[in-house]
């Protein structure tokens, strides 16, 4: 019986075959579609919202500089309006959220999406029909980007079906959500519970030599980071970041850094699962980028055996000294409509066995 919540693989296969979902890839992941860049992009004077009732093209009209020409990178510090090579025409009912890519955040690539008379980023209403663009800024590195890159992800949903405090607690003790050095944490042992249904995952800065990755600055930067191109030197755009003596990693205001939780995560097929900021009470520091986490993460053969999340941390104001198991993010599950006919790891993933802070799909291994 079909229920309320995320829609999964085979209701977006159904859509793109009704002619709902427009220069979609033929390969859906198991509760998100992949969006990817198209061939119009132009620099703006800076990242912005239509107002309500506004398209995108008069958005662009007031605040685009120049027609930018794919073939050059994007700049750090600059905001780039993309147009995506997807369009949606959403049944009555239906609703989007989008989020970057894992592949977007892990090097620095903020991307927001925008969509005609939306004043809210990342956000497809109930019904939309029309076109999606990027904004797009990069922070450290100069980026290249190519018609077909896959920036972003996008989930659909007929209801919001987030786990409250009761139904988080029941379905913990069901499915033991988490994982440390293998064993399921019973639940009055999460690091973060504020009473909401959302868990926390703590900074890991032991389990591993390197525990973390620096962007280097923009004068120490040698290449371009082509985003279509695999086996870039990590040595380019990133130092390592060994074990700290004692437990402590100093962040170094408005740098980026890589590093990885030490609770590992499972999410069973009838679940999704995003990862959320951390309250601002806890630290003064971005935690992610990217947040979608797809039905089967953690799983092996049917089984959870749980996997680590990386996160894209950047301190801002001031440095900040993060302890070892320090609370990082937190996650939300949400019911899906039903289980996905594929899971995570059975659709061209490429983080399914990632140990520790592992930099993007970009980068051969260190």
Not at 226 to 234: D, I, T
Not at 318 to 335: L, M
């Amino acid at each position: 019986m079909r229920k309320a919540g995320a829609l999964p693989i085979q209701d977006m296969e159904e859509m793109v075959e009704a002619g709902l979902l427009k220069g979609f890839p033929k390969q859906l992941q198991p509760a998100s579609a992949d969006i990817s860049v198209a061939e119009e992009a132009y620099r703006v004077r800076g990242a912005a919202l239509p107002r309500p009732g506004q398209s995108i093209e008069e958005l662009r009209d007031e605040v685009v500089m120049f027609r930018h020409n794919l073939g050059q990178p994007l700049e750090p510090g600059a905001t780039y309006l993309v147009k995506t090579a997807q369009s949606v025409m959403l049944p009555k009912g239906i609703y989007g959220y989008l989020n970057a890519k894992s592949s977007s955040g892990r090097n620095d690539l903020h991307v927001r999406v925008v969509a005609d008379r939306v004043s809210s980023y990342d956000t497809l209403p109930h019904g939309y029909h029309g076109d999606i663009w990027f904004m797009i800024s990069s922070g450290h590195f100069l980026v290249q980007i190519s018609p077909g890159d896959q920036l972003s992800q996008l989930r659909f949903f007929d209801r919001d079906t987030k786990l409250d405090e009761t139904e988080m607690q029941i379905a913990y003790q069901k499915y033991g959500f988490l994982r440390r050095s293998g064993n399921p944490i019973p639940y009055e042992d999460v690091p973060v519970t504020e009473g909401d249904g959302m868990l926390g995952l703590t900074a890991d800065f032991s389990n591993f030599d390197v525990v973390a990755w620096r962007a280097k600055t923009l004068e120490q930067q040698v290449e371009v980071l082509v985003f279509n191109k695999r086996q870039h030197s990590p040595s380019g755009f990133f130092d390592p970041i060994e074990k700290p003596k004692d437990g402590r990693l100093v962040l170094e205001n408005g740098r980026f850094y890589i590093f990885a939780t030490r609770e590992a995560v499972c999410v069973p097929p009838e679940f999704a699962c995003e990862m959320v900021a951390i309250d601002h009470r806890r630290g003064e520091f971005r935690s992610h980028y990217a947040g979608f986490i797809d039905p089967g993460w953690g799983y092996e053969n049917g089984k959870p055996e749980g996997a680590i999340l990386v996160l894209e941390v950047r301190p801002f104001g001031r440095n900040e000294i993060i302890t070892e198991g320090a609370p990082v993010c937190r996650i939300s599950y949400e019911r899906m409509r039903e289980v996905p006919r594929a899971l995570y790891g059975e659709t061209g993933s490429h983080y399914v066995s990632q140990m520790g802070p592992r930099l993007s799909k970009h980068f051969r291994a260190a």
